[in-house]
């Protein structure tokens, strides 16, 4: 589901390893050097165990080969670290069966020892982050204790691969590991590994660079991880793609030790399975992250033999790609060249890949070619929705209008290629909720559905078969269709089970609470309003001056464009006005044509009427083309616009839960300090753990509201980008109508003009 | 019995005498003019705050003006003067008046000046800048198509036989003073309502008598018709054109609405919000001549041929008029005859309603005849250019 996917997973290796190196060899073994092969090896096998359990993506895959292969591998690490993970490599991605991937995954594995074993020489470069480290001060004290513990806590959560803490536990496993360096020589041997391998992301990308052999490993390293990534994905069943993600990056996240905040917007959007911007967070720190990661995967696609940029792009998004997809079908294919079939992560791709090997400069350049990309996209993302036929069912008020929701697509996600169901307004109405409710908080701006019109249902209800019961349920058709049309365009939101759900399923469960009447509406109504008050009241001292001016921006264009509505409504009535008084002129001129008594001129006048009938009609469809080609285009950006200040308003609520959770925790110290002086340690210990607690809190509720950030970000970015291709499109359409319509003028004066003429 | 076939024969006679007449080469149009020993047209207006003033300029070759050339001041109410002057000479019994212009009416435009003043606060600069000239255009429109009026209403009297050799209308082109006419009181305005009210009881009834000439039985049920059809098209296409300038109003504001998104956008679909605007302020600028177009070829056409017709069936319900007092006469003669009483009285009041019936059917023929050809002309020259401009408009649209 990610483009970052890889890098996520990989940091996850990394990380379960060395805790479960430290557990296995609670700090008894340490592996100052590399030629202590037997560690390495032990470090190996078991991580490699671990990791099978822990994400369980490997259970059909065979222990036993990988067990085997690890020994070998293992072995040989110190020598060959580069030749055999290599080769394994390589038979991966030119691969077919799933078992040298795990080959591969071992091998990594390995390699990543060997590499944390390199690292422990390379120990100034280690020490160097804990200073970056925010929190890094606060335990010393505690480090040790906290280090243990948490290294458990890790270990525990990890097992039960719960979402939220192992990211937090490891965070701090990794901080005090750092601290406890100085500290503990004979301790550091054996943490500074773990420390390494974490840093063997960031850091050791430097070092790639000054040291040819550990560049080597990286590289392996590298592959290893893609193909890992990959094999997760593949040996996972489709249907859980969506929620494993979640599964797998929080043991991603705890990677970025050092910039935590940077390195963990880049694991947040991973987290929700969806393809990271890490483009701006990259391209901003540009320190070590982007370096690292660039080098690797340049040094990636040499050993591929996958080669340029593009290809790393493509590689990573075909990780993510992967995951969304046929990944049968993908592998034959060869990992690197899958990628460019798959469209809806392109854009991340190489958003992704762009930042790496540039700063912020070439984002425009980026956009540009992402936009290119995205014209391939549309081309290759053959996803078309069409919603016709709508159909009232039932009698009276109980009636109801029920659509044909057609969805032809080539993407293997679904079982047909083509196929039809029946869905009526609410179950539209239903799939909103949903999807808000579930992507919304991550500051994902979910396409709305067209309003609830009471007025306008009751007059269907009724069975008015007049032109403007007709008019209202083919303007909400049409809106329908936009409307599924944004969502599966969306990336992500593709993905959402409840989407294929909806799209493929026969029978949707009733949608309910979507009455605007009816208790949950009521509800609903009142949640809003107290959101309403709780955002006058949240006073956020906006940081970001990109979104203090996006905001103010879509502020205006909302109120532009509701003006500009108001404005193409009245201009709709106004031509329908026109065209019925031209109607009643062209009547009342054909009247006055049989009255006259001169007979070129009484046919000249009722030629003149039979004009102006015709401009009636033009006049219509004009009205007609107004609607729907401009009103309607307007009214769908008021409302999109309205999700995005909902994504804004997210990411605002994101914001005042990390700044609560940051007072709390002031609150918390400020208590431990009095118990310090008061001198209680009973309680001390308390309050201690309380703010462990609290830090962990908020270090998460920071990660999620850059994460937020991140990706309300993204999705601006992606909204104004679809907005100005919408605009123009749709506009240019208008226009082209317009112009249509004045060619009919032209036509009917022209023939209307001999007539008069004629007249003696 | 006597009085009807004499009646019949005072008829044909008439006929022939009508037909013997040799047709006048006359104005085919409204405001063209073949004459040139009188020419009149409105050569400036001024208008001021409650009233326009109009200078009307007369080039004339007749020996009764001093001078050949010269320009007055007139207002609005000196030629409802002229107009009333007209209908309540008798001599002019048999022709149709030309219709009176149409009062100046500037209120409503002034009226949203005014309102746009108000809300000036409201709006951003472009905006009131752009919505003071429309009002402007719009203004100037209705200035220039209330001169055209009252001109058309002099060239018609000018170009018109008889009525060019009134002694009120050479007054008025002549006269460099003020006529100081004044409005109509209250009283007389109240008075004209009645003699309004009892025409129209009168024409309802005289309009039940069987006219004995099939031309003006056809000409009255026609012009009736055609009233009715003239008033219809007419508010109709009034209705048309204001939904159409309404359309170009609201075109023009998204016009300018689409240039405040543009100015306020910062990605790349600025320029387009710009360009569309542009685009929009084009066709709001054609749209709206359009609409001015049809304003003036079609509607104003009608108007003037509803103000026309309507003159044309007083012509009528004066004929008719005639006709009723002719053979009410007849009858008083009859009824004399038989008691031998006042013969005389009565056969002079017989034959002057005879005469005075023959001139206005006589002149009325004559009139009707050159208000068909008139409007029949009329017609042809506004519909041809209306097409033609709606055919240029579009045209423009295109490009």
Redesign the interface.
């Known amino acids: 589901m990610d483009t970052t996917l890889p890098p996520a997973s990989q940091p996850s290796d990394v990380l379960m390893e060395p805790p479960s190196d430290l557990m296995n060899d609670p700090l008894i073994e340490p592996f100052s050097s590399l030629t202590e092969n037997k560690p390495t090896s032990k470090i190996v096998s078991e991580p490699s165990d671990d990791f099978v359990d822990l994400t369980n993506n490997l259970a059909d895959s065979p222990e036993d080969a990988a067990e085997s292969v690890l020994a070998d591998v293992a072995i040989d690490t110190t020598e060959i670290p580069l030749d055999e993970p290599s080769d394994d490599f390589v038979d991966i991605f030119g691969g077919e069966t799933e078992a040298p991937r795990e080959e591969v995954v071992i091998a990594n594995v390995t390699v990543k020892a060997a590499a944390a074993a390199d690292k422990s020489e390379v120990t100034s470069d280690v020490t160097d982050p804990p200073g970056d480290l925010k929190t890094g001060s606060d335990f010393e004290q505690e480090a040790n204790e906290t280090a243990t513990d948490s290294i458990i806590d890790l270990s525990d959560d990890l097992l039960s691969s719960n979402a939220q803490k192992p990211p937090l536990a490891s965070d701090q496993f990794v901080d005090p590991l750092v601290d406890f360096l100085s500290d503990a020589p004979p301790a550091a041997d054996a943490k500074i590994p773990s420390r390494a391998t974490v840093d063997l992301f960031e850091d050791e990308g430097n070092d790639l660079f000054t040291e040819p052999r550990q560049t080597k490993s990286a590289k392996q390293q590298q592959k290893s991880l893609f193909g890992e990534a990959d094999e997760d994905l593949f040996g996972e069943p489709l249907g859980a793609t969506t929620k494993k993600p979640v599964i797998k990056e929080p043991k991603g996240k705890p990677v970025p030790t050092k910039a935590a905040r940077d390195v963990s917007n880049m694991g947040g959007p991973l987290q929700d399975g969806y393809t990271a911007e890490p483009a701006d967070i990259f391209s901003e720190e540009a320190v070590t992250t982007v370096p690292s990661i660039k080098k690797t995967s340049a040094v990636n696609s040499k050993t591929n033999g996958v080669h340029s940029e593009e290809d790393t792009d493509i590689f990573a998004e075909a990780t993510v790609e992967l995951s969304l997809d046929s990944p049968q079908e993908e592998r034959k294919k060869g990992v690197p060249a899958v990628p460019s079939a798959s469209a809806p992560s392109v854009s991340a791709a190489t958003s992704l890949a762009k930042p790496q090997s540039a700063s912020l400069e070439e984002l425009d350049d980026d956009e540009e070619e992402e936009e290119e990309e995205e014209e391939e996209q549309e081309d290759k993302f053959d996803i078309s929705i069409s919603v016709k036929d709508p159909e009232k069912i039932g009698d009276g008020m109980n009636a109801y209008m029920a659509y044909k929701v057609t969805t032809q697509t080539p993407l293997p996600m679904f079982r047909n290629k083509t196929f039809t169901v029946r869905r009526r307004f609410s179950d539209f109405l239903g799939l909103y909720e949903k999807l808000s409710e579930k992507h919304g908080p991550n500051g994902f701006i979910v396409p709305p559905p067209p309003e609830k019109s009471i007025l306008g249902m009751t007059k269907v209800k009724v069975g008015k078969e007049d032109s403007s019961s007709a008019d209202f349920v083919e303007r909400r058709r049409a809106a329908l269709e936009r409307y599924l049309q944004r969502i599966v365009h969306h990336p992500s939101l593709l993905q959402d089970p409840d989407v294929r759900e909806f799209l493929e399923r026969e029978e949707l469960p009733r949608a309910v609470g979507t009455q605007a009447l009816s208790g949950a509406g009521f509800l609903k109504m009142i949640n809003k309003a107290t959101d309403a008050v709780s955002k006058m009241t949240i006073k956020m001292n906006e940081s970001d001056v990109w979104f203090e001016?996006k905001l103010q921006?879509v502020e205006?264009?909302d109120q532009?464009?509701r003006?500009?509505h108001v404005?193409?409504e009245?201009?709709v009535v106004?031509?329908k006005?026109?065209s019925?008084?031209?109607a009643?002129?062209a009547?009342?001129?054909a009247?006055?044509g049989s009255?006259?008594?001169?007979t070129?001129?009484s046919r000249?006048?009722s030629q003149?009427a039979e004009v102006e009938d015709k401009m009636e009609q033009l006049h219509q469809d004009q009205a007609t083309n107004d609607t729907f080609n401009f009103a309607e285009l307007i009214a769908d950006y008021i409302r999109l616009l309205g999700s995005v200040r909902g994504s804004f308003d997210h990411r605002m609520k994101a914001w005042q839960r990390w700044q609560d959770a940051q007072a709390a925790l002031q609150k918390k110290r400020e208590t431990e300090a009095k118990l310090l002086w008061a001198n209680k340690p009973d309680k001390l210990q308390l309050v201690k753990e309380e703010i462990a607690e609290w830090e962990v809190k908020v270090t998460q509720y920071e990660r999620d509201f850059d994460r937020v950030t991140a990706t309300v970000r993204k999705e601006v970015v992606r909204f104004?980008k679809e907005?100005?291709r919408n605009?123009?499109r749709e506009?240019i359409n208008y226009?082209e109508c317009?112009?249509q319509s004045?060619?009919q003028?032209?036509k009917y004066?022209?023939a209307?003009?001999p007539e008069?003429?004629a007249?003696? | 019995m006597r009085s009807c076939y004499g009646l019949i024969c005072g008829c044909g006679a008439l006929w022939d005498v009508v037909s013997a007449l040799p047709l006048q080469p006359r104005a085919v149009n409204v405001d063209l003019q073949t004459d040139a020993t009188l020419q009149v047209d409105i050569s400036d207006a001024l208008s001021e705050r409650d009233k326009v003033k109009f200078t009307v300029h007369t080039k004339s070759t007749l020996p009764n003006f001093k001078q050949n050339e010269f320009s007055v001041v007139r207002q609005h109410e000196e030629f409802i003067w002229l107009h009333d002057s007209f209908v309540e000479n008798e001599e002019y019994a048999g022709y149709i008046i030309p219709p009176a212009p149409p009062r100046p009416d500037f209120d409503a435009s002034r009226e949203k000046l005014q309102k746009l003043g108000e809300g000036e606060g409201s709006m951003t600069k472009e905006e009131f800048t752009k919505m003071k000239q429309e009002l402007e255009a719009e203004y100037l429109a209705i200035f220039k198509k209330t001169v055209a009026m009252h001109e058309v209403f002099l060239c018609r009297v000018a170009a018109h036989p008889v009525l060019r050799k009134d002694l009120n209308f050479h007054v008025f082109l002549e006269y460099n003073q003020d006529l100081s006419v004044r409005g109509k009181n209250k009283k007389e305005k109240l008075e004209d309502f009645f003699k309004n009210v009892v025409k129209s009881a009168d024409g309802v009834l005289v309009a039940g008598v069987k006219d004995v000439d099939d031309f003006f039985e056809h000409e009255k049920t026609f012009l009736l018709e055609y009233h009715n059809r003239v008033k219809d098209a007419s508010a109709k296409s009034d209705r048309m054109i204001r939904s159409h300038k309404n359309a170009a109003d609201d075109i023009n504001r998204i016009a300018s609405s689409l240039y405040t998104l543009g100015t306020q956008d910062s990605t790349d679909l600025c320029k387009f919000f710009l360009k569309v605007s542009e685009l929009f302020e084009k066709t709001r600028k054609i749209e709206s001549r359009v609409a001015a177009d049809e304003d003036l070829k079609l509607a104003d056409l009608l108007k003037y041929y509803l103000r026309e017709s309507q003159a044309a069936k007083d012509l009528l319900y004066r004929r008719s008029r005639a006709l009723v007092d002719y053979e009410n006469a007849n009858k008083a003669l009859d009824k004399a005859r038989a008691k031998n009483r006042d013969v005389l009285q009565a056969e002079t009041s017989q034959q002057l309603c005879c005469h005075k019936f023959e001139k206005i059917s006589e002149s009325a023929k004559q009139e009707l005849i050159d208000f068909k050809t008139r409007r029949v002309a009329a017609f042809r020259k506004n519909l041809v250019e209306l097409a033609e401009l709606e055919l240029k408009h579009a045209k423009v649209t295109m490009t």
């Open positions: 001016e921006e205006s264009a532009q464009f003006k500009l404005l193409v009245s201009l106004h031509r006005e026109l019925l008084n031209t009643s002129f009547k009342s001129t009247m006055l009255a006259e008594d001169n070129a001129l000249a006048l003149l104004d907005k100005a605009f123009k506009i226009l317009l112009l004045q060619q003028l032209i004066w022209e209307f003009l008069a003429k007249i003696a």
